[in-house]
Every structure is written in structure tokens, then in C-alpha cells.
């Protein structure tokens, strides 16, 4: 018995995105996609590297799947690039890119690893973000025709579908902060781009119910906390609940609750931002009821008020607590507060964390060996804010850390490892770090 036990059953996992792994960019038929794109034009990415090769999972997915196993990893995050199986967006299914997926969905089957499967992890094909991309309401309908063909060609082998990852991300880091594919600076598009994400989200799940397959279905949403700087402060504490309400109430009022944030909307149009165009019947195909609610989450948010910054008039602040190599602030009571805001706000019958993790400046040792104390001590204190709130009757059912490998990270490029898998992208050489052991013999103690 160890001194902080799980549940039985309880799903350890870690997680990935075709992207960020994959390679491959133009391999098997794939088309190209937003990130093909938006790495491949000069001064998008922080250390100038693209994704074309990453750590080439597309070729060396049995050896990965091989470590998986030996760690004795339970559930494996994947996604599917959508260009992968449509070039063009729409139209012709790509085999190849069909057959990629079904062997190594088959591989991981094989090994008696579970399979989550995220149908839309940011990798847009090119040819819909010419037609508008997120910002057409006809993406719907795109989104909706592509997770069809995934039911049908893959639905045999996959234990859960996850519909979007952080669809916050792509509208607003996409279409307002520009700093992800297609890299747009206009936040009334943002917001419209949010709306379309729902809508396609709602398409998914309802095809999905079609179908008849038995595996769980859910969205992935990313989620903090946001608590006022200053905590005796009123603006800074109207600032907090505003930033909080767009960082989280934004996608998850819509989908459990079946409204969107009205105080914050009125906001938002005062402050002169064009709010969505939400038409008759929206509001339905969006609240549809899931399987469960997952969970992205690596901080929190420390809010200022600060007039100047529109539209939210909020600014986000370090406390000077510990951060990781991406920046973030290490705080696992953050993650203990927002599970029971969760449970309290939107009372998922199950709730996967679906992300979780720390970016580390790790490198091979002279013994061939990587250190990485930070990620376990990040990991540890996480967990034992999620056996807390398991405790108190939060239902958690699975952990998966961020990430799998060493990977490119969006923006950063190659120069943030949120790896328990140290990759070299010279040789392609995989070394375990210190954490996947760690990891692993939680795993196996159930605990720690
Ligand atoms: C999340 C993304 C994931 C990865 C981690 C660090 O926002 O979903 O792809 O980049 O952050």
C-alpha cells in the first residue's frame, strides 16, 4: 500500500499531437497543413525550426509504441492529422493516411494500451484555412464530414474520442494573439472562430451517437484558475472573474451548461468587441451531453485590472513562485481549486486530465542518462492535488502526462522538452528520462 493510492482502474496515461510528433509533413499523401505553413514562412517560430520531421513518429511509431509498453503506460494520447486523411480538407479520403493510423491504433491494441484519440489537435489542412478556415461557418460541415470517415475506418480500434484539443487555442491564439497557425490579429474573429469550433464540436458528437460504437466521446478543454492579484482589490477582483469566465466559462458554459457567459458578453460588446453570430438551434447541437470532460491544465492566473488592455481589461501577472522552462508558474493547488470548480460548476459523471506537465531543460548525461527532478517533482505535487480532490469526491478517472517524447512545441519550436522521453532530433535516439521511471512505477504501485 502506498501512501497516497489511486483508484483501481484508474487510467495513467501520457499524451501527444500528430504535429508536434509525427514528421512525415508531406509523407503517404498528406497535405499540407496550417503548421506546415505557418512554420515554413520565416519568423513564426522562436528558434526558426519547423515540424517537418519532429521526432518522426510516422516512421518510428513501433519503436515508440515499444517503450510505451515497456513503461507500462496505460492509455496513450494520440491525434489525427486531418490532412493526413483528407489532403484537401474535403472530397477524396487519403488510404495512406488511414492506414498509418489503423496500424498503429492495431499496434497499441496489440500491446494492450488504450487509445484516446483527439480528432482535431490544431493541424488544419491548408486548403480549409483558404477557405476561411475557423472563421467559416461551413467548418462545420467539414469537421463534420472528416470524424465520419474516422468512426467508420478507425472506430474498431479506438477506445476514446476526444472531438477538439483546447479549442480556445486555436480561435484565440490562432485568430487574435497570432501566435499559432493561421497567426490572425482580430479578436471579433477569435470569437466567431470559437462559436464555429463549438458548432463542429456538437457536429461530431451527434454523428457519433450514430454510429452505435460503444467507446466514451468527449471534448478536451483547457482550464485555470484566475485569482485577483491583489486580492483585497475590487478591480482586481471584477478583472480576475472577467479573465476567468473567457480562460474557462467561454467553452465550458456552452457545452455543459448550454448558455454562453452573459456578463461577459456584455462586457466584451461594451468594450466594443463584435460578439459571435449564434444562430436558431446552435445553442442544442453545442450542449450535447458527453462522456466525460477533459482537461488540459499547467497553471494559473494572477489578474491585475488594467483598463488598456482590450478587450478584457485584465493582465495577467508572476507571483514569483517557481516556473518551469515554459514560463509557468508551478502551482498545484491551482489544480486541486479548478477540479472542484469543475465538478462544482459543470458536475462531469467523469473527469480525465488530459494534459498535465513541465517543460525542462534536460540533456543526456555523460552516463547516457537524463535527470529531470523538476518534471517529477511538478508531477508528484500535481498528483497528490488530484488524489485530494478524488478524495473529496471529484470523479477523476485518468491522468495523462504532457508529454510522451520531446516534441516541437508550437511557437517555441524544438526549444522547450516537456518530454519523459529525451529525443535527440540529430539521431532520432530515444533515452528515457529519470521521470518515465518514476512515472512508470507509479503506474505500477498504482500510487506513490
Ligand atoms: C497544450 C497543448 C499541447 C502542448 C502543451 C504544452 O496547450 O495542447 O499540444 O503544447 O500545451
Known sequence: MSAYQFPEGFEWGTATASYQIEGGWNAGGKGESIWDRFCHTPGHIHDDSVGDTACDFYHRYGEDIGILKELGIKVYRLSISWPRIFPEGTGAVNKEGIDFYRNVLQRLHDNGIKSA????????????????????????????????????????????????????????????????????????????????????????????????????????????????????????????????????????????????????????????????????????????????????????????????????????????????????????????????????????????????????NDWVNLEGKVSDPNRIDYIHRYLIQVHKAIGEGVPVKGYYVWCFCDNFEWAWGLSRRFGMVHVDYATQKRTPKESAYWYSKVIRDNGF
Open 117 to 360: 484519440v483527439t480528432m482535431y489537435h490544431w493541424d488544419l489542412p491548408q486548403k480549409l484555412q483558404d477557405r476561411g478556415g475557423w472563421a467559416n461557418r461551413e467548418i462545420a460541415d467539414w469537421f463534420r464530414a472528416y470524424v465520419k470517415v474516422l468512426y467508420e475506418r478507425l472506430g474498431d480500434l479506438v477506445d476514446t474520442w476526444i472531438t477538439l484539443n483546447e479549442p480556445i487555442c486555436t480561435s484565440m491564439a490562432g485568430y487574435w494573439y497570432g501566435e499559432h497557425a493561421p497567426g490572425y490579429h482580430d479578436y471579433s474573429m477569435a470569437l466567431q472562430a470559437s462559436h464555429h469550433l463549438l458548432l463542429a464540436h456538437g457536429a461530431a458528437v451527434e454523428e457519433y451517437r450514430k454510429t452505435g460504437l460503444k467507446a466514451d466521446i468527449g471534448i478536451t478543454l483547457n482550464m485555470n484558475m484566475s485569482y485577483p492579484f491583489d486580492p483585497k482589490n475590487r478591480a482586481d477582483i471584477e478583472a480576475a472573474k472577467r479573465n476567468q469566465e473567457h480562460s474557462n466559462n467561454l467553452f465550458g458554459d456552452p457545452i455543459f451548461l448550454g448558455k454562453y457567459p452573459e456578463e461577459l458578453f456584455a462586457y466584451l460588446e461594451k468594450r466594443g468587441a463584435v460578439l459571435p453570430d449564434i444562430r436558431q438551434g446552435d445553442i442544442e447541437i453545442i450542449s450535447q451531453k458527453l462522456d466525460f470532460f477533459g482537461l488540459n491544465t499547467y497553471f494559473t492566473d494572477h489578474v491585475k485590472a488594467d483598463e488598456s488592455r482590450w478587450p478584457l481589461g485584465a493582465l495577467s501577472l508572476k507571483t514569483g513562485r517557481p516556473h518551469t522552462d515554459a514560463d509557468w508558474e508551478v502551482n498545484p493547488e491551482g489544480m486541486y481549486d479548478l477540479l472542484k470548480w469543475i465538478h462544482g460548476r459543470y458536475k462531469p459523471q467523469k473527469l480525465i486530465i488530459t494534459e498535465n506537465g513541465a517543460a525542462c
